[in-house]
C-alpha cells in the first residue's frame, strides 16, 4: 500500500511535534509518525521545561511561532527565574510541568492543526533515490513517498534499558524500542554514535515526610514563556511547592558498597553519558570530597501521587535503590512507584549535518533532536523547529533560515553540533554563548520575530503584539532619556537609599545605571511615567542599565561579521591548498564550513590556517 505527502517526521517527541507543527503552519502536507500516540510529548527524565540556557531556547521557540512556551505555561505547576544574583544575561527561567497535561494538550494541538496526520506506526527504512529522499516504510510495510524526511526518534533507536545486571530492550517509559531504522541508516552510510541517559525513581507522596524536608516556593510575579500567554495568566495560580533534601554519609556508603553492582561501573553500558546531568554514583565518585549532594523532590502532576527526585539518576539494582532512598530524610517510609533506570541508544554525528540540520549526503534528510546528540526536551524541540522549517522552506523553494551565534541561542546550539560535534550528550548553557549578554530572555521577541515571520510561521496577531511591544519599549527608554530630574528631587530618593547624592540634573536613564537603583524604585521621583507590561518593563530596565556593555558586545559581533560574511566555496578541496596542515585539510574537507567564521570554530583549525585559507582565497 502507498501514500503520498509532502514531509514525513518520525517520532513526536519534543523535536517531532515542533517539526510537525512548523512544517503544517507554513502550508505543507505533513504526517507525524510516532511508535505510540501515548508517547507523544512524553517527558520521562525531569517533569520541567526550562533552566539554565535551555529557558532562553524556550522563548526564542515562541518567538519564531514553536509551540513548547505556549503549552509550558498551559501546565505549570511552579515556576522560578534561575541565577537572579547574577546579571541579566543569565536569568533563565525554569517551570515545574504537569507531564500528563503536556502530553494531552500537545496531542489534541497536533490532531487539531490542518495540513497534518497523525499516525501511529514504526518506520523502519529510508528510501533514497539518486542521493534523495523519496519515501519512509513502516514495519507493517506501508510506504509512504514523501519530498523531504526529518528524523526525530529520541532515545528510542535501538535502546535497551539498564537496572543493576539486568538489561533489556526498551524505549523510555516501557514504550517499545525502535528496531531496524539504524541498520537503514547505516545502509545509507550515516555515521551513527551510541549515547546514555538515565532517570531517578519516581515516589509515592504520601509516603514521604515532608515535614523534614526544606521547602522551595515558587516566585511571586511569574512571567509567561509565550508572548501569547496574557500577563494575568498566572495571578490566580496556586503554586505546588518543590522541596529540598540531602545526601547523607549513609547514603555514600550505600553506593560505594554497592557500585559494581551499578550498569554504570560493571562494563555493561559502552554509550557515553551526560556530563552535565550524571547518575549518583557518577558524582560520588567525581567529587569523592563532597560530603553531601542536593537533591530536589518535585510534583508529577497536580493529579498524580509521583515525586520525581532530581538529582538522584542510578543505574543500580533495584534492592539498592530501596536501600539509598529509605537512608534520605524524611524517606524512611517512601514507596518507589517506578524505579529508576539508565538507557542507551543510537544517535548519529551530527557534523553529518549542514546548518539547516539537512544532511549533507542525503538531500531531504534531516535530523533534530537527541539523534543529533543532544539532551534535553528544549534543544530538541528547538531544532526540531528550525529543521521543519527548513525542509518546508525547501519545498517553498524559499531560502533556509539559518540562525546565527550572535542572535540565538538555537543558532549557538546548531552551529556547535554541525561545526564541532559532540562525543557526549550535548547541553545548552549560557556559558556556551560568546554573546550572551545580547541573547537574554527578554528580548528573544526583538532578536527572532521578524524571521519567523517571514518565514511564514509567525501569525499576523503574534507579530502585531510583538510590533506594539516593541514600540513601548522604544518610547520608553526614549523618555527615560530625554526627562531629567533636579538634584533637589533626586537627592531625597537618594538620601533615603543611602545612594551618592547629585550636584547636577540628571536624566533618568542615567539615574538608573546605577546598580543600586531599579526602575520601581525610580516611580517616587517619575510622575509622568505611563503604565506598562511587567515584560516591557523588563527590557528597558535591562537595555538600559547595561548599555554601555550591550554596546560593546554589539561591536565584538560587527567584527566578527565580517569572518561570517566570507562565504567558502562547497566544492573547495581543501587537500590541494599548498600550505595547509594535514589536519586542517581533514577536518575542513569533512564539516565543509559554510563561510571563513564557521572554519574558525572548527576543532584543529588555527589561526595559521585560517590565513592560509584567506590567502588561497584572495579575502582579506
Excluded at 511561532?65 to 501546565?75: C, F, I, P, S, T
Excluded at 523534614?212 to 515558587?218: K, M
Excluded at 514563556?225 to 554519609?249: E, I, M, R
Amino acid at each position: 500500500m502507498s501514500e503520498i505527502t509532502k514531509i514525513a517526521i518520525i517520532g513526536a517527541g519534543h523535536a517531532g511535534i515542533e517539526a510537525a507543527l512548523a512544517s503544517a503552519r507554513t502550508g505543507i502536507d505533513t504526517v507525524l509518525f510516532t511508535m505510540s500516540l501515548e508517547s507523544i510529548a512524553n517527558m520521562p527524565c525531569n517533569p520541567s521545561i526550562g533552566g539554565t540556557g535551555k529557558g532562553h531556547l524556550v522563548y526564542e521557540i515562541d518567538a519564531l511561532g514553536g509551540e513548547m512556551g505556549k503549552a509550558a505555561d498551559k501546565v505549570t505547576l511552579q515556576s522560578r527565574t534561575l541565577n537572579l544574583g547574577k546579571g541579566a544575561a543569565v536569568h533563565s527561567k525554569r517551570v515545574q510541568a504537569d507531564r500528563k497535561r503536556y502530553h494531552i494538550i500537545m496531542k489534541e494541538t497536533l490532531e487539531s492543526t490542518p495540513n497534518l496526520r497523525l499516525v501511529q506506526a514504526e518506520i523502519v527504512d529510508i528510501g533514497v533515490k539518486d542521493g534523495h529522499v523519496c519515501s519512509v516504510t513502516t514495519k507493517l510495510g506501508e510506504v509512504w513517498e514523501c519530498e523531504a524526511a526529518i528524523i526525530c526518534s529520541g532515545t528510542y533507536l535501538e535502546s535497551r534499558i539498564f537496572v543493576g545486571d539486568v538489561n533489556y530492550e526498551s524505549g523510555p517509559d516501557g514504550f517499545l524500542a525502535s528496531k531496524g531504522l539504524s541498520a537503514c541508516l547505516e545502509n545509507l552510510g550515516i555515521k551513527l554514535l551510541r549515547f546514555k541517559t538515565g532517570t531517578p525513581s519516581r515516589v509515592k507522596r504520601s509516603t514521604i515526610d515532608f515535614s523534614e524536608l526544606e521547602v522551595q516556593n515558587g516566585e511571586e510575579s511569574i512571567t509567561p514563556y509565550s508572548s501569547q500567554t496574557p500577563d494575568d495568566y498566572f495571578d490566580t495560580l496556586q503554586q505546588l511547592p518543590c522541596h529540598v533534601v540531602y545526601t547523607n554519609a549513609q547514603t555514600h556508603r550505600i553506593i560505594r558498597d554497592n557500585i559494581t553492582r551499578s550498569a554504570m561501573y560493571s562494563g555493561q553500558i559502552h554509550g557515553t553519558g551526560p556530563r552535565y546531568c550524571p547518575s549518583i554514583e557518577d558524582k560520588l565518585t567525581r567529587f569523592a570530597d563532597k560530603e553531601r549532594h542536593q537533591l530536589f523532590v518535585e510534583p508529577v502532576g497536580a493529579d498524580t501521587e509521583e515525586m520525581y527526585i532530581q538529582g538522584f539518576s542510578t543505574s543500580l539494582p533495584v534492592d539498592v535503590q530501596h536501600e539509598m532512598l529509605a537512608s534520605l530524610t524524611g524517606f524512611k517510609n517512601a514507596q518507589i512507584m517506578r524505579y529508576a533506570y539508565a538507557i542507551e541508544y543510537d544517535c548519529i554525528d551530527p557534523t553529518q549535518l549542514l546548518a539547516t540540520l539537512e544532511f549533507k549526503a542525503i538531500n531531504g534528510l534531516y535530523g533534530a533532536g537527541q539523534f543529533n546528540g543532544t539532551s534535553g526536551y528544549e534543544e530538541a524541540a528547538a531544532q526540531g523547529l528550525i529543521a521543519g522549517l527548513n525542509a518546508s522552506l525547501k519545498i517553498r523553494n524559499m531560502s533556509p533560515l539559518i540562525l546565527t551565534r550572535a542572535e540565538s541561542y538555537i543558532g549557538t546550539l546548531i552551529d556547535d553540533l554541525v561545526t564541532k560535534g559532540t562525543n557526549e550528550p550535548y547541553r545548552m548553557m549560557t556559558s556556551r554563548s560568546e554573546y550572551r549578554l545580547l541573547l537574554r530572555q527578554d528580548n528573544a521577541d526583538r532578536r527572532l520575530t521578524q524571521k519567523g515571520y517571514d518565514a511564514g510561521l509567525v501569525t499576523k496577531s503574534q507579530y502585531d503584539a510583538y510590533l506594539k511591544k516593541q514600540e513601548l519599549i522604544d518610547k520608553e527608554i526614549e523618555r527615560l532619556n530625554t526627562t531629567y530630574i533636579s538634584p533637589k528631587v533626586a537627592n531625597k530618593l537618594l538620601n533615603r537609599l543611602e545612594l551618592t547624592p547629585i550636584s547636577t540634573g540628571f536624566s533618568l536613564s542615567e539615574l538608573l545605571k546605577r546598580p543600586q537603583l531599579t526602575y520601581e524604585q525610580l516611580a517616587e521621583i517619575d510622575a509622568k511615567r505611563p503604565k506598562l507590561p511587567k515584560r516591557v518593563v523588563t527590557t528597558v530596565e535591562v537595555t538600559v542599565k547595561y548599555e554601555g556593555y550591550i554596546k560593546r558586545q554589539i561591536n565584538e559581533v560587527e567584527r566578527q561579521e565580517k569572518l561570517e560574511t566570507k562565504r567558502l566555496p562547497e566544492s573547495l578541496d581543501y587537500s590541494a591548498i599548498k600550505g595547509l596542515r594535514i589536519e586542517a585539510a581533514q577536518k575542513l574537507n569533512s564539516i565543509k564550513p559554510l563561510t571563513i567564521g564557521q572554519a574558525t570554530r572548527i576543532s584543529g583549525v588555527n589561526p595559521a590556517d585560517i590565513s592560509v585559507l584567506l590567502i588561497y582565497l584572495g579575502m582579506k
